[in-house]
């Protein structure tokens, strides 16, 4: 079966610092691996995604992620974070060799910038 | 991508009655899903609706309670039937316009059941 770990409810940075936002991920197969961010009384927004090729993917706004196979994660990242990049942050996984498109979410994570 | 509207943005509904909530996409799609997401919870699938067939309903889910239509290949409509508090949460539309791509999804319908 699938299933997604977000090990941190909150996370807070000062601002200009790097943020890191941790996921784990396990699934039987080859793994899409995806990030979306959902600010309040808003839809969720995709962020970046892996596929395959490089480990190290870059998405919007400046984030990006590092797929580590062996540790089956796929952190988020950010040189310097910002106020604006406060909101709520979701990981999610599919099986790519299950045959369905269904996506797992992680139970989010609340990144507060402070400025 | 795809643009993807929903409505009514948000509700507030009696117990007992039913709410549809409409999802229109901009560009034709065969993949649509269907999300629930509880106060300060994760997002979990309802079902996965596909044009020319029937819903595909997630273990917890029933088409009893949620009937889903998928008239053509930009619309979608998720009925919550007989609504009881514990249905209060934000319901999501989301599209995988091209398979083996991210989803993309829908502003939300933010219910409250009284």
């Known amino acids: 079966a699938q299933s997604v770990a977000q090990p941190e409810d909150q996370v807070n940075v000062a601002e200009g610092n790097p943020l890191t936002v941790k996921c784990t991920y396990s699934?039987?197969?080859?793994?899409?691996l995806f990030w979306y961010v959902q600010y309040p009384n808003r839809g969720l927004q995709f962020l970046l995604k892996?596929?395959?090729?490089?480990?190290l993917v870059k998405g919007s706004y400046g984030f990006e992620a590092e797929f580590n196979k062996s540790q089956t994660s796929f952190h988020l990242k950010k040189p310097s974070a910002l106020v604006s990049d406060s909101a709520l942050y979701f990981c999610a996984v599919r099986d790519a060799t299950s045959g369905t498109y269904k996506y797992i979410f992680g139970t989010g994570t609340r990144l507060k910038v402070l400025a | 991508s795809a643009v993807i509207s929903q409505k009514p943005s948000r509700d507030i509904c009696q117990r007992g009655t039913s709410l549809t909530i409409q999802c229109q996409v901009d560009?034709?799609?065969?993949?649509m899903f269907w999300y629930r997401q509880q106060p300060g919870q994760s997002l979990t699938l309802i079902a996965t609706a596909n044009q020319g067939s029937e819903a595909t309903y997630e273990s917890g889910f029933v088409i009893d309670k949620f009937p889903i239509s998928r008239p053509n290949l930009t619309f979608s409509t998720l009925t919550v039937s007989n609504m009881s508090p514990e249905d209060s949460s934000i319901y999501l539309c989301?599209?995988?316009?091209?398979?083996?791509?991210?989803?993309?999804f829908g502003p939300g319908t933010r219910l409250t059941v009284l």
């Open positions: 989301s599209v995988d316009p091209v398979r083996n791509n991210e989803q993309f």
């Open positions: 699934v039987s197969g080859n793994p899409y």
């Open positions: 560009s034709q799609v065969t993949m």
């Open positions: 892996y596929i395959t090729g490089d480990n």
